[in-house]
């Protein structure tokens, strides 16, 4: 192994880490809201995409499977936080709008983490903030298109 291919192997297993960490610390924000991260994560992207969100589009936004949301949707309908309805331009289709009370805690939840991630990028400089911002958008990019079905072939 390379000095480079140490590099990426490092880097890919810190992106992990660094995933389940930050998620970690936006349970605590959301817990001061009565919430989970698993839970308190779809109130903030319903919030920053807008209501009429389609539950597969949600999904998508959380990495998640349409069907591993099911259980979360509901727990926030009995909350009080979010409504599922027909959508007007499909009727075959559910979207999934914030009540009053969701959008109040989607924006208390922003205005939360603000501070936080402030915080959290104190010591780095703005233009690698921008520069990890552009890598990690790449990867997400790279990683949502389709597997090359010849990828991991040896040569015949």
Do not use: C, W
Not at 17 to 22: D, F, G, I, K, V
Not at 43 to 67: F, H, K, M, T, Y
Not at 75 to 89: K, N, S, T, V
Request: hydrophobic share 45%; net charge neutral.
């Amino acid at each position: 192994m390379d000095s480079l291919d140490h590099t990426l192997m490092n880097l890919t297993a810190t992106l992990a880490l660094a995933s389940r960490s930050y998620k970690a610390a936006v349970d605590k924000v959301a817990a001061d809201y009565g919430l989970s991260q698993a839970t308190g994560l779809p109130v903030l992207i319903i919030g920053r995409l807008g209501n009429g969100v389609r539950p597969g589009v949600l999904a998508d936004a959380l990495g998640l499977e349409a069907s591993s949301l099911v259980r979360v949707v509901d727990h926030l309908i009995e909350a009080g936080l979010l409504e599922r309805r027909e959508d007007p331009q499909d009727r075959r289709a559910k979207i999934l709008e914030l009540t009053g009370e969701g959008k109040k805690t989607a924006e208390l939840m922003e205005q939360a983490l603000i501070p936080f991630r402030r915080k959290l990028f104190e010591g780095f400089a703005t233009a690698d903030v921008e520069a990890t911002l552009s890598v990690l958008s790449g990867l997400n990019a790279l990683l949502a298109k389709p597997a090359d079905p010849s990828a991991g072939r040896k040569p015949a």
